[in-house]
């Protein structure tokens, strides 16, 4: 499975920013699909993940109610619609896949397949 993340940019405090990750592979449907992040100087950390049918998603409590992850597995997607951003969401997202799993996991150690991240930035 290969995983490639895009959206990234440049946006000012308060703005909106949609990522894309596209997978390949027939398997896509049957993976929880997670987003995860890292600051500079910080650790990866996890930010948002949706199961197999996008039934269920869970949420860091630093983002909830701002981010929306969801999925289209006829396409091999999934997306990250983030919202009112703040300067500390500044990172690189990474997607990732859990092939093992039918629950989500918070645990970067837990994920099979990365993509490349995609660089955000938030501006003051």
């Known amino acids: 499975v290969q995983l490639q993340a895009s959206g990234g940019g440049l946006v000012q405090v308060g703005g909106s920013l949609r990522l894309s990750c596209a997978a390949s592979?027939?398997?896509?449907?049957?993976?929880?699909m997670t987003w995860f992040r890292q600051a500079p100087g910080t650790e990866r950390e996890f930010v948002a993940g949706i199961t197999w049918s996008g039934g269920s998603t869970y949420y860091a409590d630093s983002v909830k109610g701002r981010f929306i992850i969801s999925r289209d597995n006829a396409k091999n997607m999934v997306y990250l619609q983030m919202s009112s951003l703040k300067p500390e969401d500044t990172a690189v997202y990474y997607c990732?896949?859990?092939?093992?799993?039918?629950?989500?996991?918070?645990?970067?150690?837990?994920?099979?397949?990365w993509g490349k991240g995609t660089l955000v930035t938030v501006s003051s």
């Open positions: 592979g027939r398997a896509f449907s049957t993976y929880v």
């Open positions: 990732a896949a859990d092939a093992r799993r039918r629950t989500i996991t918070t645990m970067n150690n837990a994920m099979d397949y």
